[in-house]
């Protein structure tokens, strides 16, 4: 379970720790605000609902071609740094028998990148749900997104756009289908 005091007595140490404050007027109530905030761009360390579920709402549908989802908007944090990391993801799938609805699969997004991450991983775990709850013939999934580890500190290299993608199935097998899918986001 999320401890709430328990982040906010930590981030009065790191207050403490930085040579601030922490009762002066501007942070007295900054680490409470902290710890609600992590538990909101978090909320998943917690979910209740299984990976199982998230797909699960299906319908069966004879349709051959691809079905694209794009620029879906992502946000998670950076599990080496704990700075956030936003973009963009690129979902398609090929169908097997079944479909699901776009709503459901933007959430799947949301039901990994609420969580401490990296962006390798959270595009895998996306593709891999797409894929083992739906079973279609292919699945691929791109993630643009930029890490504020790397553009306020670090190297600072400001507009630089990190990219991933997972394809699983005819989106691996298939180079036209792979093609058909990169052309689709842009990406060619
Ligand atoms: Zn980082």
């Known amino acids: ?45 917690d979910c209740e609902e299984e990976e199982k579920d998230i797909l ?13 989802l794009k620029d879906i908007p992502v946000t998670s944090i950076c599990e080496h740094h704990f700075l956030p990391f936003t973009g963009v993801a690129h979902l398609a799938y090929v169908p097997g028998n079944r479909i699901v609805g776009l709503s459901k699969l933007a959430r799947a997004v949301d039901f990994y990148a609420r969580r401490p991450q990296v962006q390798e991983r959270l595009t895998t775990q996306i593709a891999k749900l797409i894929n083992d709850s739906l079973e279609p013939q292919g699945v691929g999934v791109v993630l643009e997104c930029i890490h504020t580890c790397m553009t306020i500190r670090g190297v600072k290299k400001t507009g630089s756009v990190m990219f991933t993608s997972k394809l699983i199935g005819s989106f691996k097998s298939n180079a036209t289908t792979r093609a058909e899918f990169f052309s689709m986001i842009g990406k060619h």
């Open 56 to 68: 699960a709402t299906q319908f069966v549908e004879k349709y051959d071609e691809m079905i694209l």
């Open 1 to 45: 379970m999320m401890d709430l005091k328990k982040i906010e007595d930590g981030f009065r140490l790191v207050l403490e720790g930085l040579g601030e404050n922490p009762s002066r007027e501007g942070l007295q109530k900054t680490p409470a605000r902290v710890a609600k905030m992590y538990s909101e761009l978090l909320c998943n360390i």
